[in-house]
């Protein structure tokens, strides 16, 4: 697949869902990224050699247009994946279908910090959301979830560790059902995770990489 990412962050949570991806299907999936400034996402382009480009426009409509635009010189995408702290306009969405990852069960907690902010309402179920890119700010329709119990008082930087494994886990997925062709399919679930990943692969990789953070998000 063809998969085009715009990022304005660190890149981790991108950067282990190709890792996840590549050690089951190898170099059969390519990456074309954006950003908007200097972030993490673009160093780790560098190094694995991965087309990028910065686009420093402050309007959202102008940046969707100029980031279409790459997008198309480089053969277009598949699908659009968004790591972004900023709004893109229909100039991406209508062009290609694009995907958000949120980290709180929508419609709780939309836009910005919605872990401290469930935290701040003492939630006893920490999740993440994957869900189209309409023009509503996190208000497309919701393609995945994912949910766990976690225990009042839990510390903070935990919670930022489980919602990064969520994040992982609806990337690796979306692309999933993007490439076997069952988005709005009715699929397996488990009691965190609907749907569920049904490549075994896919699956042990994600929980070797829960592994290495020390949390336990998914099972």
Same mark, same amino acid.
């Given at each position: 697949?063809?998969? $085009? ?17 590549? $050690?089951?299907? $190898? ?32 309007? @959202?409509?102008?940046?969707? %247009? ?33 995907? @958000? ?14 872990? %401290?902010?469930?935290?701040? #309402? ?44 969520? #994040? ?25 995770? @609907? ?12 929980? =070797?990489?829960?592994?290495? =953070?020390?949390? =336990?998000?998914?099972?």
């Amino acid at each position: 697949m063809r998969i $085009g990412v715009i990022a304005s962050s660190g890149g981790s949570a991108f950067d282990s869902m190709r890792r996840v991806l590549s $050690g089951v299907y $190898g170099a059969q999936d390519s990456y074309y990224v954006v950003t908007d400034r200097p972030c993490g996402v673009e160093a780790l382009c560098q190094q694995a050699g991965i087309p990028h480009t910065r686009i420093s426009e402050p309007d @959202n409509t102008r940046f969707s %247009e100029r980031a279409r635009d790459w997008f198309q010189a480089q053969g277009g995408v598949d699908t659009v994946l968004l790591y972004f702290l900023r709004l893109v306009t229909p100039e991406i969405y209508q062009t290609y279908l694009t995907f @958000n990852v949120h980290p709180s069960l929508l419609p709780a907690f939309p836009g910005f910090n919605p872990i %401290e902010r469930a935290v701040q #309402k003492q939630v006893r179920f920490l999740g993440a959301t994957a869900h189209v890119v309409d023009a509503q700010t996190d208000g497309g329709a919701v393609v995945a979830q994912v949910t766990m119990p976690i225990a009042a008082g839990e510390d903070l930087a935990r919670l930022h560790k489980y919602s990064f494994i969520q #994040k992982v886990y609806l990337s690796v997925l979306v692309v999933e059902m993007c490439r076997q062709g069952t988005l709005g399919q009715t699929l397996p679930f488990t009691d965190r995770c @609907n749907p569920s990943l049904s490549n075994p692969g896919l699956w042990n990789a994600l929980l =070797e990489l829960q592994r290495s =953070e020390g949390v =336990e998000a998914l099972r």
